[in-house]
């Protein structure tokens, strides 16, 4: 009997990006999230008889775009198919979509897990059209009906389908997490995992260790977050994991995950879901794709999320860690190197910038960043303040929530509340001598050789001030009064 | 007459792909209309084509785009004019039931 351990997970996973074009694939209808139910359509995203549709430039251009960043042979010569299938969310009862000619193939991306660097070949990225959604009535067991908007139906949609290189779900959720930092590096796609623009399915099958064939394998749907993408996953491994060891085979199908309950439900049998009957598009000429086109586009590429963040480490001496979380957005990195410039001391602005600045904001995304209170200039300028003495350490955090809440600068907040640091020898001295007059059990304990009650002053001085004592100073104050260290 | 090429059951399958449901007179008829469309589709294969490329386009045409430029929809209502049923701005469906 052969036991679980002695299976692994070969995975690979199918990412939907919507692109971020203004208009559909094939029409002049908006893309726009969030409209009124079935306001952006027109004959052609509705199928109309006897219309045209004509392929949208910068959505080609955003999938070559995409296809040079992981790599990939951008084909010279490509052509849409129509995908047939029935149902209400489509209603030409096909989608335009690639399948023999996709407009690239054989590329690759690099993901690092556990302090390993491994590469997970991509094998194809295509074009296609986004279908409409559908609402239930009720619960989808009781409804009689569904509702249709067909506001999304025409949407670009890039399909990147890896090979099946993934051998954990951690890896997966990796893999998801890197391409969606791309897509948004490159502006082709939001990320938006919440309203759709970002989808993942995940084809899992498990096989002996060390075997080179592939088992039968199972798509699971549905996934719309990096924890759906992992838990997901490992729930397929899992599950072909028990079937086989207990003597079952499994069934090529299609399952939904369902994330509230955590697992996953058989949908229907791929027997007939998988017979499309693809065929040329035949209201579209293919596309060719000159050299030319293709190498113009490859000098507008950004720098991409791995790339600056080995340059982070690099170029600024930040830990790996920093790094990676510094660069998952280019929002945020562009924060940071901005704030850099006016405040060169790397480490320290990274620290303020993950723990104070993430700890506000509502995300790290191009919208949360951009609506930060705190420009780059005024976290460098209260940096700078803490530097040259005028305020300490613990009001600059204070100064810091100030600021993030009125949108004012630094020395207007500090000037108005009369936070500037006590660091004059005199003026502190005097509380000093307070201090150490009020407290003689320290004062004793310090004699006795009780370091700690260093500490315990240093804390009743900070008090004295409302925290605006310079707390070197004070250290330097209190060692100069206590009795020499025994 | 000769046996039609394609067969009862075939006939079923792409029914059911699209999803129709057909009497079973019906499905006879189509079995017989495909028939004559497959018969008429043999006539070309007796062309010699050995020499042409294959294509999937009459015309030797490549790279049409348009510019990504919004243009008017059509409004609401009269999308849903065309709608078999609707409710609200929504159109109304049967529920799908899976297979
Ligand atoms: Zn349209």
Redesign the interface.
């Known amino acids: 009997m052969s036991r679980a351990a002695d299976y692994e997970d070969v995975i690979g996973l199918e990412v939907h990006a919507q692109l971020l ?3 559909k694939m094939f ?4 893309t726009t999230f969030g409209g ?8 052609i995203c ?1 199928g109309m008889p006897g219309v045209l549709p ?7 251009e955003f999938a070559m775009r995409t296809a040079l960043a992981l790599h990939c042979t951008i084909n010279s ?1 490509c ?1 849409f198919a129509r995908k ?5 969310d489509m209603p030409k ?1 096909y989608q335009i979509s690639q399948y023999e000619e996709p407009l690239a193939v054989e590329g690759w991306l690099e993901i690092e897990v556990g302090g390993q660097v491994k590469r997970i070949g991509i094998q194809r990225v295509h074009l296609e059209e986004d279908v409409g959604k ?4 009720g619960t989808l067991e009781t ?8 506001n999304r139906s025409g949407v670009p949609l890039m399909e990147i389908v890896s090979k099946p290189d993934i051998r954990s779900p951690e890896e997966a959720a990796v893999y998801f997490k890197a391409l969606r930092a791309i897509l948004i590096y490159l502006g082709v796609c939001d990320g938006n995992m919440e309203e759709g623009s970002l989808r993942c399915d995940t084809n899992v099958s498990i096989r002996p260790r060390g075997s080179s064939e592939l088992g039968t394998k199972v798509e699971v749907k549905n996934l719309n977050s990096f924890k759906n993408v992992q838990q997901a996953t490992a729930y397929e491994g899992e599950r072909q994991r028990m079937a086989i060891t207990s003597g079952q085979t499994i069934v090529q199908e299609t399952r939904l995950w369902e994330a509230d309950r955590s697992y996953t439900l058989s ?3 791929k027997e ?1 879901a998988h ?1 499309y ?1 693809y065929f ?1 598009e ?1 209201d ?5 794709v000159e050299q030319r086109w293709a190498d113009q586009l490859r000098t507008t590429l950004p720098e991409l999320p791995v790339e600056r963040q080995r340059r982070f480490v690099s170029q600024y001496g930040l830990p790996a860690y920093d790094a990676d979380l510094l660069t998952q957005s280019r929002a945020l990195a562009d924060y940071y190197e901005a704030a850099v410039r006016e405040y060169p001391k790397p480490k320290v602005v990274s620290n303020w910038v993950m723990s104070e600045l993430l700890r506000e904001l509502l995300g790290d995304d191009e919208a949360a960043i951009s609506k930060s209170p705190i420009p780059p200039r005024n976290l460098a300028r209260l940096l700078a303040l803490i530097e040259d003495g005028t305020i300490s350490g613990k009001i600059a955090k204070d100064v810091f929530e100030k600021m993030y809440r009125s949108g004012e600068d630094a020395e207007t907040i500090v000037r108005r509340e009369g936070l500037v640091q006590v660091a004059d020898a005199g003026a502190l001295g005097a509380v000093v001598g307070q201090v150490l007059a009020s407290n003689p059990g320290a004062v004793e304990d310090w004699k006795k050789g009780k370091k700690q009650s260093l500490g315990f002053l240093v804390g009743q001085v900070m008090k004295a001030t409302q925290g605006k004592a310079n707390p070197a100073l004070v250290n330097q104050l209190l060692l100069e009064r206590l009795p020499k260290e025994p | 007459m000769a046996e039609p090429k394609i067969t009862l059951a075939e006939v079923e ?1 792409v029914a ?4 129709l449901d057909l009497s079973e007179p019906e499905k006879k008829r189509m079995r017989f209309q495909l028939d004559a469309i497959l018969t008429y589709i043999d006539k070309l294969r007796r062309l010699d084509t050995d020499d042409v490329e294959p294509t ?2 009459a ?1 030797p ?14 409004p ?1 209502e009269e ?2 004019a ?1 709608a078999p049923e609707r ?10 039931i ?2």
């Open positions: 074009t203004r208009s029409c002049g209808c908006p009124a139910p079935n306001s952006q359509t027109c004959p509705q004509v392929i949208n430039r910068r959505a080609v010569g052509r047939h299938y029935y149902y209400p009862n559908l609402v239930h009535e409804a009689r009906a569904s509702l249709v908007d067909f949908m229907r049998s007939y017979d009957r040329p035949p579209l000429v293919p596309l060719k | 399958h059911r792909l699209a999803r999937s386009h015309i045409m490549v790279n049409v785009m348009r510019e990504d430029e919004v243009r008017p929809c059509l609401t999308m849903l065309n409710e609200g701005d929504f159109v109304r469906v049967p529920r799908i899976e297979e």
